[in-house]
């Protein structure tokens, strides 16, 4: 299948600061991708959804002010925590996806705010 | 808009036994698919289902999206701990909203 990578695997931050995950389709071009934040022991949800070229679509209750999303080229896409708080602590995974077809997911980047 | 409900949302499953999951909406679909995240990864496809009625096996899974494309099931037979993890369905291109359906395999 196709391969979608994050970068970082994982980051510890300082509350206040600010953190840039990226999100890249390697071998396919990637007109939406997803990015999704995950709990311990629960669902993925959903935050944004984002086309290659044009702003994001948030789902309800996520602030877009907090989380900038980047789809800037086909094969990448950024997520940025502004200011981020230890309640920002989480699993972040994207997707990325070609027209019609199946989401393929990144390995997940783990962002803990101290 | 569109809400996808899986069922049951956790199972503890006797390995060797068989176990249904269920994806339900509340709007007709244009294609359901099926991922599987085991403990500590990320989910991964496992099949996409299209058509009315259809019905699709992959080894010891069998998939089936109903004739109104409203709903699909994936059951398993005989169980085996690699079958530990949580089964997410996606409707539309978009995630269920809910938390899967967590598989417990017990040995």
């Known amino acids: 299948g196709a391969v979608v990578s994050q970068h970082p695997s994982r980051v510890i931050c300082k509350s206040g600061t600010s953190v840039k995950i990226e999100c890249r389709s390697l071998?396919?071009?990637?007109?939406?991708m997803f990015w999704y934040r995950q709990f311990p022991k629960q669902s993925l949800m959903l935050m944004a959804t984002?086309?290659?070229?044009?702003?994001?679509?948030?789902e309800q209750g996520v602030e877009k002010d907090k989380f900038l999303i980047n789809h800037a080229s086909l094969t990448l896409s950024t997520l940025t925590v502004t200011s981020a708080h230890p309640e920002d602590s989480s699993f972040y995974i994207c997707?990325?996806?070609?027209?019609?077809?199946?989401?393929?997911f990144g390995p997940g980047t783990r962002l803990t705010v101290t | 808009g569109q809400q996808v409900m899986q069922i049951p949302q956790y199972q503890h499953v006797q390995e060797g036994e068989d176990f249904t999951t269920y994806c339900n909406s509340s709007?007709?679909?244009?294609?359901i698919q099926w991922y599987k995240q085991r403990p500590g990864g990320h989910p991964v496809f496992l099949i996409q289902?299209?058509?009315?009625?259809e019905v699709k096996k992959q080894k010891r899974l069998t998939f089936q999206f109903g004739e109104a494309k409203k709903n699909s099931s994936l059951h398993i037979t005989a169980t085996q701990t690699t079958d530990v993890g949580t089964y997410f369905c996606?409707?539309?291109?978009?995630?269920?909203f809910g938390k899967g359906n967590q598989v417990v395999v017990i040995p």
């Open positions: 289902l299209v058509k009315s009625g």
């Open positions: 997707s990325a996806r070609s027209s019609g077809r199946e989401q393929y």
């Open positions: 996606s409707g539309n291109n978009r995630l269920a």
């Open positions: 071998d396919f071009q990637a007109t939406t």
């Open positions: 984002s086309n290659e070229g044009s702003k994001a679509t948030y």
């Open positions: 709007t007709t679909l244009s294609n």
